[in-house]
């Protein structure tokens, strides 16, 4: 239902705080979501207006969630406070999945496991990064490093930082990634080239290279799982 006025006048019932204090936050739609973010509108529109409008350009919080600043710029309403909520609400959403996903699968088994917890960051940046998971005998997480941010093409991981970070914690495996912005996982040469010099390296200092993995738009490649790791 739209209204005229400004929210503070809608019946009680229809009001967004009021209406998730009462129902819960499941009853409320996205436009209400976003609206208690936002908290007030705009002179002749109201909070639940303006997060239409929002969703409208986005479609969805995810697109919205990998928007860049040239996607933000010239909506009428927001300003650097109401953007930065909307930013922080949705990185409180991804890590709340990062950490389910952990919890589910601490215990790294195969490429699917560190693909949950890895999917829901790095599928939709725009920019290519690195991490490494380092893992315990068991293959337990202990901790999970972005250890290189790069262009939308080329990020530039150094063996020797990975190889000192895994002795420092204590790590025994390692499960190395990155993003392709484009969306397509086909390994590059370099890609390869990487695999094989960090598994070389790793076998030196005891420290086993169980997979690359490459994630893009909902899809993976793992090289363990392609035969690449031997």
Excluded at 160 to 171: H, P, S
Aim: charge should be positive; include cysteine.
């Amino acid at each position: 239902m739209r209204y005229a006025k400004s929210i503070c006048h809608w019946p009680r019932d229809d009001r967004p705080r009021e209406k998730l204090a009462k129902y819960g936050e499941q009853s409320l739609n996205n436009s209400e979501l976003l609206a208690i973010l936002l908290r007030t509108g705009i002179k002749g529109e109201s909070a639940v207006d303006l997060a239409r409008r929002i969703l409208q350009k986005f479609k969805t919080f995810r697109e919205m969630s990998a928007a860049g600043p040239e996607f933000w710029m010239n909506i009428k309403g927001l300003g650097p406070a109401k953007i930065a909520q909307i930013k922080a609400a949705l990185e409180i959403g991804r890590r709340f999945r990062e950490d389910e996903h952990l919890q589910q699968s601490f215990q790294i088994k195969n490429a699917e496991d560190a693909v949950k917890i890895l999917m829901p960051q790095m599928r939709d940046l725009k920019k290519e990064i690195f991490k490494t998971i380092y893992l315990d005998g068991s293959h337990r997480v202990i901790q999970i490093i972005t250890e290189a941010q790069g262009t939308v093409n080329f990020a530039n991981p150094i063996i020797r930082e990975i190889l000192q970070k895994a002795l420092q914690f204590c790590a025994v495996a390692i499960i190395c990634a990155h993003n392709h912005p484009s969306g397509d996982i086909s390994p590059s040469s370099e890609d390869r080239q990487f695999t094989r010099r960090l598994a070389d390296a790793g076998r030196i200092m005891q420290v086993t290279l169980l997979d690359h993995i490459i994630i893009g738009d909902n899809q993976s490649y793992s090289f363990a799982d392609q035969g690449e790791m031997k």
